[in-house]
């Protein structure tokens, strides 16, 4: 079992930027990809950006690409996500998520068993 907390939203200014954190509980996070989805309201929720269980290996939605940057650190049980250049079409709730499968797609939510509760992040413009 493991527990997702984010952390890290608010209101920002397009162009602006925002760390996002999400603590895991656990002493198994290391066995686990993460992932990063958001939802803005009246949309389904989507693919934003993942990592792989070392870090070696990152995936991102094109439209953040070059703007985001996923990291995580395992001594802290934690994975970050930096937006930079925020544009008011961010915004949305944010949802870390943690995928056991390893050979299972990133950027399908289906694929990830857990998840935290989100955090809201506004751009305004």
């Known amino acids: 079992q493991v527990q997702l907390v984010e952390s890290g939203g608010g209101l920002v200014q397009a162009g602006g930027s925002l760390r996002l954190s999400c603590a895991a509980s656990?002493?198994?996070?290391?066995?686990?990809?993460m992932g990063w989805f958001r939802q803005a309201p009246g949309k389904e929720r989507e693919f934003v950006a993942a990592?792989?269980?070392?870090?070696?290996?990152?995936y991102y939605k094109d439209s953040v690409k070059g703007r985001f940057t996923i990291s995580r650190d395992n001594d802290k049980n934690t994975v970050y996500l930096q937006m930079n250049s925020l544009k008011p079409e961010d915004t949305a709730v944010y949802y870390c998520?943690?995928?056991?499968?390893?050979?299972?797609?990133?950027?399908?939510?289906?694929?990830?068993?857990?998840w935290g509760q989100g955090t809201q992040v506004t751009v305004s413009s």
């Open positions: 656990g002493r198994t996070f290391s066995s686990y990809g």
């Open positions: 990592i792989s269980w070392s870090g070696g290996n990152t």
């Open positions: 998520a943690a995928k056991a499968n390893y050979g299972s797609a990133w950027y399908s939510a289906v694929n990830y068993n857990y």
